[in-house]
């Protein structure tokens, strides 16, 4: 008995140092949106090479997502999360001491890259730590607490922004992003020193590839993964990037106000995540539950940027919030791809969709700073772009657009399938 309750505090202990590096790195993913105007101010950018700045970190991110899975099947959880938690500090530090533009291109893909281990590392753990029927549950809670990273990761962050300047906050970040990588290193037991709970046998390279190809011809993962990443917009456009300046400019928000109306988004998310996979489950209509997400969001994404009634900030924030429980969906799209592969490649499968759904983000920040930008009047201050709330607009526009497409597209996969469940549940 001894004995494990023993190996249950190291299990919960090994699950919080890894989570909390899952919860931090949502912190660096939304703080440029935060300091949108002080970063094109400092190197005398437009709203594209913004978008080109944003993009960079889904970029590393999406890229990072099959290397990171080999490596961590490679090495320790250990090692490998510190290190990227350590990558992370580099890329933050290239906001305060680098005055060239591409090395803070390259410093905001080095974070985008090092997040990668965020979810993956922490997954990692809960298989190596926890017995195979806790993995739902502990995937429940990780997302519970990974998301209130966001949450901190908004307002509060922009109001330490406003009371230190946004030079010190970046200097903070790196340095708690380097106490991380420090106390991941310290603090995470040897994985050699317990007993794993769950063991998988180490995928060999030749395999690797055979999987992937596997994967990657899979019409029925690809097409739901592409319906998928064509909805994402809402939350890795609209809450980590665009969103706050946005609500600035068209409803004359201030930063810390616009900051909490867009983490919304994920005080949504929160609630969405266990509520959305299980109604999916339990009326067998994945396909639909996807599907009535898009449309939906679409619906309240309209009113939001086309209505004549102006929104007060509790109305846009309890919509916002409607939004995020929607973003839900997400959960359900990996549900899917996973239940259309064989067993042993859930992690694999679960890899590409992130790196497809993290690529429609990259997409998404270029195409909203180039619109912005195909908009602009001509208005310039101190050097420097000022776009005006129609610019805003007709870029934001691009957001509705892609959740119909999302919304029609489910619907002719549930069409293809021939009935309303995916067809992992046939196990076809």
Not at 113 to 132: C, D, H, N, Q, W
Not at 265 to 293: C, D, F, Q, R
Not at 297 to 307: E, H, N, R, T
Request: charge should be positive.
């Amino acid at each position: 008995m001894g004995n494990k309750v023993g190996l249950s505090k190291i299990s919960w202990f090994m699950w919080l140092v890894a989570v909390t590096f899952f919860a931090f790195q949502f912190v660096l993913r939304l703080f440029p949106g935060l300091v949108m105007t002080e970063i094109m101010t400092k190197f005398h950018s437009d709203a594209t090479s913004f978008g080109v700045l944003s993009a960079a970190y889904y970029l590393g991110y999406a890229g990072m997502q099959i290397p990171i899975g080999i490596l961590l099947d490679r090495f320790s959880a250990r090692t490998v999360i510190s290190f990227c938690a350590f990558t992370c500090t580099l890329g933050s530090l290239s906001f305060v001491y680098s005055d060239s533009w591409t090395l803070t291109l390259i410093g905001r893909f080095l974070i985008g890259a090092g997040s990668a281990a965020g979810l993956l590392g922490t997954v990692k753990t809960i298989r190596y730590a926890f017995p195979e029927n806790y993995f739902t549950r502990m995937m429940g809670l990780t997302f519970t607490l990974g998301l209130s990273g966001a949450l901190y990761g908004g307002k509060p962050v922009s109001l330490l922004v406003q009371q230190i300047g946004w030079v010190s906050v970046s200097k903070l970040l790196a340095a708690l992003s380097l106490c991380i990588s420090i106390g991941l290193y310290l603090l995470f037991p040897r994985e050699t020193k317990a007993t794993p709970q769950s063991t998988s046998p180490k995928t060999e390279p030749s395999h690797l590839w055979t999987d992937l190809k596997l994967i990657l011809g899979n019409r029925k993962i690809i097409w739901v993964a592409i319906a998928g990443a064509l909805m994402v917009g809402p939350f890795e456009s609209f809450a980590d990037v665009w969103g706050v300046s946005y609500l600035v400019n068209v409803y004359g928000f201030s930063k810390p106000d616009a900051s909490l109306v867009t983490s919304g988004i994920y005080m949504g998310m929160l609630v969405g995540g266990p509520v959305l996979p299980y109604i999916a489950e339990k009326l067998n209509a994945h396909y639909w539950v996807n599907a009535i997400s898009g449309l939906l969001m679409a619906v309240v994404f309209g009113l939001v940027i086309y209505s004549e009634t102006t929104f007060s900030k509790s109305s846009l924030l309890g919509l916002m919030i409607f939004v995020g429980i929607l973003c839900s969906y997400q959960a359900v799209v990996f549900a899917m791809a996973c239940h259309l592969a064989p067993a042993r490649l859930a992690g694999l499968v679960t890899s590409v969709t992130n790196c497809i759904n993290m690529c429609a983000g990259c997409l998404f920040h270029f195409a909203i700073g180039y619109i912005m930008d195909l908009n602009w009047s001509g208005i310039m201050e101190n050097g420097i772009k000022i776009y005006e709330p129609s610019s805003y607009v007709t870029a934001i526009s691009l957001i509705p657009l892609t959740l119909i497409l999302g919304f029609l597209g489910f619907l002719w996969l549930n069409r293809q399938a021939g009935i309303s469940t995916p067809s992992a549940t046939s196990s076809t």
